[in-house]
């Protein structure tokens, strides 16, 4: 457990640790301390003169998006490894690695999957963004409709109920 804010003020009032006060640097040490850094970064700098050169860049237009980024040929060709021989940029990877999950691993399957989302994207959503929000608006409510559940109310099943029923205002009123 560190030491308190107390504890540091107490050690150094107290009378028997005057006689340890911290030593003064010299300027001698001080020189030898920045010569030792010096040094020590002229090794750093002759090891990264060592290093492979990186080979050179170029840009690479995604298959799905259409975003363009700068890659290593040897990044393009993992990537291209990875994908059935398509350019997919990093966002567009993990979205197919997602829809992989889904659909229990198929690559081919999400792949297409999401190049088909991208396509239909870029051809509405980016020219008519308020028509994509309407599409989409649309589609969660089929979806919504289609997972609608029939009311569980004994009344829908054709049982009666005992005590007091509810009104449409959610008030409860006594019948019968």
């Not at 020189?31 to 050169?53: C, F, G, M, N, V």
């Not at 799905?64 to 990044?75: I, Q, R």
């Not at 889904?102 to 239909?120: D, F, I």
Request: some cysteine; charged content about 30%; hydrophobic content about 30%.
């Amino acid at each position: 457990m560190a030491p308190n804010r107390e504890t540091l003020v107490g050690s150094y009032s107290n009378s028997e640790n005057k006689s340890h006060k911290p030593r003064r640097l010299s300027i001698e040490n001080l020189q030898r301390t920045l010569s030792d850094i010096s040094l020590e970064l002229s090794k750093e700098s002759r090891d990264h003169e060592e290093l492979a050169p990186i080979s050179e860049v170029e840009d690479a237009k995604c298959e799905c998006c259409g975003m363009c980024e700068e890659c290593t040929p040897a990044y393009i060709k993992r990537e291209r490894d990875k994908f059935s021989g398509k350019m997919i940029c990093g966002l567009c990877a993990a979205a197919v690695n997602q829809e992989m999950e889904k659909n229990g691993g198929k690559k081919e399957e999400a792949l297409n999957e999401h190049m088909n989302a991208c396509v239909r994207f870029n051809r509405y959503g980016r020219a008519y963004p308020v028509l994509s929000q309407a599409e989409a608006m649309r589609e969660m409510f089929k979806r919504s409709a289609s997972l609608r559940v029939k009311s569980i109310s004994p009344r829908d099943r054709g049982g009666h109920r005992k005590g007091p029923a509810r009104s449409s205002s959610c008030i409860p009123s006594i019948t019968r």
